[in-house]
């Protein structure tokens, strides 16, 4: 599994965007880069998916480099219901996807 | 469709009792995960289904946890005796397994076991 590093926690206020960078030096050529989101209470939701350049959807951003050492997850505009932990996986196949700690984001009036 | 469905909620049992925890996947989906999230470890997979079959098992902390699927849109987890470390959320989750790569899983709601 490639190991991922992302931060603990991020503050944000209303309005502004957020990006989370997460880092997998050692991803394998295979591998995709996927980001969930988890509410309190909530099992985790998917949010975006991409394995090179930039992905874009209705919800958020990706943009991952030409080495793909790491990705950036970018979430517009936060509201205050945008807070949540995030997730970056890296992993090729459904089973092998590691959750890790994830990066709690708490957006601010 | 209503998602994933997860039954009970809520389960509060005593140390030594057996516990069955249920999903229904989402129907057409051919893939089913049960993970558990704690505190200190985190969401951790346990079990991977695909057609109903275990391919992953490697997850199962140890002999007390079981995992059936005997049809394409029912699986339990049990946990037979239960310790009070067993005590966490229990997600289930399924996905539509294509060819290759990684695929969206949608999670259900979860099961909270208290072990006492």
């Known amino acids: 599994l490639a190991k991922t590093t992302q931060p603990i926690s991020m503050d944000s206020y209303e309005g502004q965007e957020v990006n989370i960078t997460c880092s997998h030096n050692n991803i394998a050529t295979n591998d995709y880069i996927t980001w969930y989101q988890q509410f309190p209470s909530q099992g985790p939701r998917f949010i975006i998916q991409?394995?090179?350049t930039k992905v874009t959807n209705e919800v958020a951003s990706l943009f991952i480099p030409a080495d793909r050492k790491s990705s950036t997850l970018s979430l517009p505009r936060v509201s205050l219901s945008d807070t949540a932990v995030y997730y970056c996986?890296?992993?090729?196949?459904?089973?092998?996807?590691?959750f890790g700690a994830g990066t709690t984001v708490t957006v601010r009036a | 469709d209503a998602g994933v469905i997860q039954s009970p909620r809520h389960e509060v049992t005593e140390m030594g009792q057996e516990v069955t925890l249920r999903c229904k996947p989402i129907?057409?989906?051919?893939?089913l995960f049960w993970y558990r999230q704690t505190m200190m470890r985190g969401l951790e997979l346990l079990i991977y289904?695909?057609?109903?079959?275990?391919?992953?098992d490697s997850g199962m902390p140890e002999d007390r946890f079981s995992a059936k699927m005997p049809n394409a849109s029912f699986s339990t987890l049990k946990i037979q005796p239960s310790e009070p470390r067993d005590s966490a959320v229990y997600f289930c989750?399924?996905?539509?397994?294509?060819?290759?790569?990684?695929?969206?899983?949608?999670f259900g709601p979860g099961t909270r076991l208290t072990v006492l």
């Open positions: 129907s057409g989906h051919n893939s």
């Open positions: 289904f695909n057609n109903n079959v275990p391919i992953d």
């Open positions: 996986l890296v992993g090729e196949s459904d089973y092998k996807l590691s």
């Open positions: 989750a399924s996905s539509v397994q294509g060819t290759s790569g990684v695929n969206e899983q949608f």
């Open positions: 991409g394995y090179k």
